[in-house]
């Protein structure tokens, strides 16, 4: 088998690992389609952008502000019990909403509390769901397990917002939500069957907040772990947070319906599945390098689609974005910070990590604010830009970002990697 092959099949070993990549395939065809449906319930309600930044909004905050401490309990609970009583929660919250609106009661404060608590439930889902990885498969497979886990996540974005796009169209919004919830309960079916390995230790029984502490403590004297997380978070509150609002942007900027939203987030997530798919032929040691061109690249392609007026031309630079961002720079981001991280604060380092989707929600609001007052253009321009500053200063202005780039991935922080681990070259 050439080595390209090899390496991709080697997660595929581990049986645990397929029923994960099966349910992770479900759960985000469930999330590509929840936010797609529920920005249309917004506009459909109130017909406003602000309105739909403010949900996304109620979502950012919790997410944000609680996903240090849902890597902490990341460490400490069972991850593979805990992601099935958050999937649980989060279809039963959805199926509730349905049978709201099916009644005709929902009210705009329905999504506002909807909102709200999925963004609790994602801070606890996502950093739990990401280290799980590291316990179903050996680390000398974990990059290409990263890279397999986002392939299930953009083949989910690929299929969800066309397939509920169509739905929303065709039966109603009604039947979209009621749809979106019964998938919940297939990736539970999956999750069910794990088996990790026994390499997860949870942490001891120091208050939550000693532990939210201490990690911040390692990730602030690690230059990998700090420099990456500020560079993933810059990403996602300036250089990512369209992503949330492209049903408002295709309706106003592009003259689209839900179905053509669709199609654009279906572009997205093409683009991100072929941008993982290249991860296997980065070499491990240069990672570093890969994330600051991809970053750099992408704020262009960024500035580019916000002023492209026809909607195939947006299209096609979509689908350039997904395969920069989540389908290169976020696998990068995260497959570095587990390689660097130590096992005893890996959990809460992907946390941290994890601010980045929760802040894509957070900048929804003012990228939707000022879209209001200068156009969705001007708007987004200012973001990238914002995103390429931080990016050129925070990566290679700095001392410490020129050393990352200037040394291979195996030579960075010796001393914070974990005992009897590798060095992560190639």
Same mark, same amino acid.
């Given at each position: 088998m050439p080595p390209y092959l090899r390496r991709i099949a080697g997660p595929w070993r581990y049986p645990s690992f397929r029923w994960y990549w099966a349910g992770s395939s479900f759960h985000a065809v469930s999330q590509g389609m929840q936010f797609l449906v529920l920005a249309w319930l917004v506009l459909e309600l109130t017909g406003s952008k602000t309105q739909l930044g403010v949900v996304l909004f109620f979502y950012g905050v919790p997410n944000v502000g609680l996903l240090v401490f849902g890597g902490v309990i990341a460490d400490r609970f069972d991850r593979k019990r805990l992601l099935m009583a958050i999937q649980a929660t989060v279809g039963c919250l959805i199926a509730a909403l349905a049978a709201l609106y099916a009644a005709g009661l929902v009210q705009i404060w329905h999504i506002y509390a909807v909102g709200a608590a999925l963004g609790v439930l994602q801070a606890l889902?996502?950093?739990?769901?990401v280290t799980l990885l590291s316990d179903l498969v050996e680390e000398g497979a974990l990059l290409d397990a990263v890279a397999?886990?986002?392939?299930?996540?953009?083949?989910g974005r690929i299929g969800g917002p066309p397939v509920i796009g169509l739905v929303i169209d065709t039966f109603g919004i009604a039947v979209s939500l009621y749809l979106n919830a019964s998938l919940y309960a297939l990736s539970i079916l999956c999750l069910s069957r794990l088996r990790p390995m026994k390499r997860h230790n949870p942490g001891g029984r120091d208050p939550l907040v000693r532990n939210f502490v201490d990690g911040f403590v390692k990730i602030r004297k690690a230059p990998v772990l700090l420099t990456v997380i500020v560079l993933a978070c810059s990403f996602g509150g300036f250089g990512m947070s369209h992503l949330q609002v492209i049903p408002a942007?295709?309706?106003?900027?592009?003259?689209?319906g839900a179905?053509?939203?669709g199609l654009l987030l279906l572009a997205s997530g093409i683009g991100s599945v072929i941008g993982n798919l290249s991860l296997s032929f980065m070499g491990r040691?240069?990672?570093?390098?890969?994330?600051?061109?991809?970053?750099?690249?992408?704020?262009?392609?960024?500035?580019?689609?916000?002023w492209m007026p026809w909607y195939w031309g947006a299209w096609a630079l979509f689908l350039v974005m997904g395969g920069l961002s989540l389908g290169t720079?976020?696998?990068l981001a995260t497959t570095i910070l587990q390689m660097s991280a130590p096992a005893e604060v890996r959990g809460r380092v992907m946390g941290v990590l994890h601010f980045t989707p929760g802040f894509h929600y957070l900048g929804a609001l003012p990228l939707a604010a000022a879209a209001g007052w200068a156009g969705w253009p001007a708007a987004i321009s200012i973001a990238a830009g914002a995103c390429l500053l931080v990016t050129l200063w925070f990566g290679v202005g700095r001392k410490s970002g020129r050393r990352l780039a200037a040394?291979?991935? *195996? @030579?960075?922080?010796? &001393?914070?990697? *974990? @005992?009897?681990?590798? &060095?992560?070259?190639?």
């Open positions: 889902n996502q950093p739990a769901r397999s886990f986002n392939l299930a996540v953009h083949l942007f295709a309706r106003e900027q592009l003259g689209s179905s053509e939203a040691d240069w990672l570093y390098r890969w994330l600051m061109g991809c970053l750099v690249l992408f704020c262009f392609v960024l500035t580019l689609f916000a720079v976020w696998p040394a291979p991935l *195996g @030579q960075q922080e010796p &001393t914070t990697r *974990g @005992q009897g681990r590798g &060095t992560g070259g190639s």
